[in-house]
């Protein structure tokens, strides 16, 4: 008869439930424009990338400027303005995003 040793120990087991986004590396229509905008008017807002490229629509317009912003192509400065990175300027050059 050979000698069982049997170990045992409680482990601590939770379940987490998330909510993701998963990105892919597709251009978005949308960065092209807003970036050329930027490029060609300078430092802009909200407000104006509504009025210019949204019909007035100053929300979806903020959550893009914020959304070009994390991707590192546009930087926020005072006044929720917003300008174009290095990154961001080398987007417009090549046409792309």
Known sequence: MIPTIKLSRPLAV???NLVATV???VERQWEPALLRLVSDEGPTT?????DH???GRKA????LLRA???LGLLVEGPGYT??????GNSAVATGGS
């Not at 909200?46 to 509504?50: H, I, K, L, M, Q």
């Not at 979806?60 to 959550?63: C, E, F, G």
């Not at 917003?82 to 990154?87: E, G, M, Q, V």
């Open 14 to 16: 939770e379940s987490w």
């Open 23 to 25: 990105g892919l590396a």
């Open 46 to 50: 909200a407000a104006r990338v509504g």
């Open 53 to 55: 490229l949204l019909g």
């Open 60 to 63: 979806i317009a903020a959550r």
């Open 68 to 70: 070009c912003a994390g």
């Open 82 to 87: 917003y300008a174009l990175t290095d990154s």
